[in-house]
């Protein structure tokens, strides 16, 4: 899934509160540059560090190591090929120009304690954007998987006009 993709697909706006799944954190920072506020839920402290990291990095304006920061070991089985094509695709999305907009911001990003999306939508109030990636299949057994089911909860939780955007999935 493209950053482009993403923001396309959430239509974030100023007044928007959105939730979205750590991963790298590159769509979290593509919807702050939209969003008013922008919260990251992950479980694995080691993405939670490296994310702060990247935080601290942009905050200082070092964009370069920003954008080059090596990637976590679970998102590069084959670090070589697919950083090299993940690194070209951020630096490509991740302008100066959309980095300093994205910097004057981050007051307005949170990264949470450890904590499963899914339950992390359910004690935020106010949310009105969520960005889930793959996370519906993630971890789940295949008979006990039901999309519609889990959307439907997600609903629930949120605003009436909410948007959510999911990936990989039937």
């Given at each position: ?23 790298s ?27 702060k ?5 942009l ?19 084959n ?10 695709r951020?630096?490509?999305?991740f302008t ?30 106010g ?13 789940r057994?295949?008979?006990d ?20 955007y ?5």
């Amino acid at each position: 899934e493209s950053l482009e993709a993403v923001v396309a697909g959430l239509i974030p706006n100023e007044i928007d509160s959105v939730l979205a799944v750590g991963g790298s954190g590159d769509q979290a920072f593509a919807l702050l540059e939209h969003s008013g506020q922008v919260k990251i839920a992950e479980t694995e402290k080691s993405q939670l560090a490296y994310i702060k990291r990247r935080i601290k990095l942009l905050s200082q304006g070092n964009y370069r190591r920003f954008l080059e920061i090596t990637l976590h070991p679970y998102f590069c089985p084959n670090p070589i090929n697919i950083a090299k094509e993940h690194l070209e695709r951020r630096k490509s999305y991740f302008t100066k120009q959309r980095l300093e907009r994205i910097r004057a911001k981050l007051l307005n990003i949170q990264l949470l304690p450890p904590i499963d999306l899914f339950r992390a939508i359910k004690k935020i109030p106010g949310l009105t954007k969520v960005y889930l990636s793959n996370t519906l299949e993630y971890g789940r057994r295949l008979e006990d998987f039901s999309s519609h089911l889990i959307l439907d909860q997600i609903s629930q939780n949120l605003q009436q006009g909410s948007l959510i955007y999911v990936s990989n999935h039937d």
